[in-house]
């Protein structure tokens, strides 16, 4: 997702620095930015809408505002930050009180959180005004809607920048109060819970239920290989988190609690109810 967001922000003209803990993980997502960039261009020249060349002149300056790091070097100079770490409040807290101390003090901190609280995120800083949650969705460098979360704390003016920075980036900003789920993933597992119910019970293979989804054209992929791509710890986290704010109307999917047991978390693993 990082290298998704790097990618979006660097082909809307921003300057764009990619921080991991390890090189390893800056240089996929580096490989994300370009071989989404890549295809973009790729398309534009099937469709006769630039040519080979300039194709090759987008990627290259698109790439060449995306620089890779480990450290916090150059951090002090930015203005929008934000952080795609896995979705554990202790590891939010952990980034989010190393970005308070590196950042200067007008700067935005923005989480892509998709479920967790902004105010509960924003304690871990001096800044809480200045503490916006910055949802996107996958794949972040197609889907256009990003939802900008205001904790407690959050500023008026926070908000208005991150929804202005998110229509700068090409994106479709909803503004919402915190609560759980946001919009679309309150409304996203309100109806994928009717699905994960119905397999639960039926015992209709996953794959006959994705591919009527996708034939009827609702939505662009089933219910099961979107968790397997979007991360199916990451979904049942979100489903049970769900369940406990909204009661039994939303499900929770046993055979996907049992492939996250089993360390079998959809494609980032390699296998989930797909193998990848």
Not at 43 to 72: C, F, P
Not at 177 to 205: H, T
């Amino acid at each position: 997702m990082g290298g998704e967001i790097a990618q979006v922000l660097a082909a809307a003209d921003v300057p764009v620095v990619l921080k991991d803990v390890d090189q390893k993980f800056v240089d996929a997502g580096l490989d994300k930015a370009r071989e989404v960039t890549e295809k973009q261009n790729q398309r534009l020249v099937e469709k006769e809408k630039i040519t080979a060349e300039t194709a090759d002149e987008n990627i290259a300056h698109t790439l060449g505002l995306i620089t890779g790091t480990t450290g916090y070097d150059g951090f002090g100079e930015l203005d929008f930050v934000i952080e795609a770490v896995p979705e554990r409040m202790e590891i939010k807290h952990a980034v989010f009180a190393e970005l308070d101390a590196v950042t200067p003090g007008h700067a935005i901190l923005a989480s892509n959180t998709s479920g967790l609280s902004i105010t509960e995120i924003g304690d871990a800083t001096e800044r809480p005004d200045k503490v916006v949650g910055f949802h996107f969705f996958w794949p972040a460098s197609f889907m256009r809607l990003v939802e900008v979360i205001e904790g407690e704390d959050t500023s008026p003016e926070t908000a208005q920048a991150a929804a202005n920075f998110a229509q700068q980036i090409k994106k479709m900003p909803i503004r919402c109060g915190e609560c759980p789920g946001f919009v679309v993933n309150r409304i996203l597992i309100s109806m994928a819970s009717e699905f994960w119910r119905y397999q639960d019970e039926s015992g209709v293979p996953v794959e006959v239920i994705d591919q009527a989804i996708a034939d009827s054209k609702v939505a662009p992929m089933g219910p099961f290989r979107l968790a397997d791509m979007t991360g199916l710890d990451t979904t049942v986290k979100v489903a049970k988190d769900m369940r406990e704010a909204y009661g039994e109307r939303m499900y929770v999917h046993r055979r996907m609690e049992e492939l996250v047991e089993q360390g079998h978390l959809g494609a980032k693993s390699g296998r989930g109810f797909y193998e990848h």
